[in-house]
Structures are given as C-alpha cells and as structure tokens.
C-alpha cells in the first residue's frame, strides 16, 4: 500500500514537471541573463545584465524589478506556496531597494543575486509532489504583481527625484 502510494507521488511529481518544464526553462534562462550570463575575465565570478542595468539613473533598478516579476509571476502560476513568493518578492525588493544607492547598489547587484536565489527557491519547491493546498489563489497573485510593480515604480520616482534635487542644488 505505502509503495503504490509512493508510486503515484513520484508519477505526479513527474506529470507536474513535466507541465511545467517550457515555463522553468524560461525562468531559469531570465534568471541567469539578469545574475550570471556574463564571465569576468580572470575570475570564477559572473555578473548578468542586472547590475549593468542598475547603471542607468532612475530607471534601470525599475527595468531590472520588472524583469525579476515575471519570474515570480511564473512561480505562483506553477503554484508555489505563498510563503515562497512572498520569500521571492522580498528578495526582488531587497535588490531593488539597495540597488538605487549610487555606487554601493551597483556593488550589492553584483554579489546578491536576487535572480538565481529566487529560482532556487522554485527548483525546492518544484521537486516537492503538487498538492491542492499549494495552489495560489488569482488574487494574491493579482495583488503581488501590483505590489512588485508599485515598489518598482516607486523606487524609480524616488531615484527620479533625488537626483533631481541634487541637480538643483549643485545649480544653486
């Protein structure tokens, strides 16, 4: 009995990767052009575009926070628990949120790899057999992309505004 029932977790478990296997190559393929798809010559470090879009005044972190959402917009499809998304947009924050600091955020997108963090968190997930209680309901996952979208907005207006700022007051 214990065995059968093995059996049909591991041919779920198949069925549901399988499902979701055009969508997990995407995410995996985003994550690592945002956090890893460029070597640095005479190191084992990678840097992807993320750190280089973090290079644009007021509007690369946003850009980058966007690109970052699909990844989580494609995890809650999948129907990873909310405690993991939640996980997942925290960590997109995080990166957005020190990555508007002139110098120090550019520095912190090379080494934090928000990205590939984040589709960590998936491949864990992913492995696990779907249950129902895993699904997440269209609401939350509403309310989080407008959420993600929102903070990066904000993130940008602000950079915006302080830069803005700074301008006038070297004017004087």
């Known amino acids: 009995m214990a065995d059968a029932r093995q059996d049909n977790i591991n041919l779920a478990t198949e069925t549901h990767l399988a499902h ?3 969508k997990l190559k995407r995410m995996r393929q985003l ?3 945002l956090d890893g798809a460029i070597a640095i010559p005479g190191t084992k470090r990678r840097i992807g575009i993320d750190p280089i879009l973090g290079l644009i005044p ?3 972190d946003t850009v980058s926070a966007a690109l970052s959402g699909y990844i989580i917009i494609e995890a809650a499809r999948i129907g990873l628990p909310r405690e993991a998304l ?3 947009v925290g960590n997109i924050a995080i990166d957005t949120l020190v990555g508007t600091v002139p110098v120090l955020g550019d520095v912190f997108d090379v ?3 928000a990205n590939i963090r984040n589709m960590q968190i998936v491949e864990s997930h992913i492995q696990a057999p779907p249950t ?3 699904k997440t309901d269209k609401l939350f996952i509403v309310l989080l992309i407008v959420l993600l979208i929102s903070f990066a907005l904000a993130m940008g207006i602000a950079t915006v505004a302080f830069w803005s ?3 006038n ?3 004087g």
Do not use: D, T
């Open 20 to 22: 979701h296997a055009p």
């Open 111 to 113: 080494l934090s790899k």
């Open 31 to 33: 994550s690592q052009l």
């Open 165 to 167: 700022f700074v301008a």
């Open 169 to 171: 007051w070297i004017r």
């Open 86 to 88: 939640m996980r997942m």
């Open 132 to 134: 129902n209680s895993a």
């Open 58 to 60: 007021g509007g690369g």
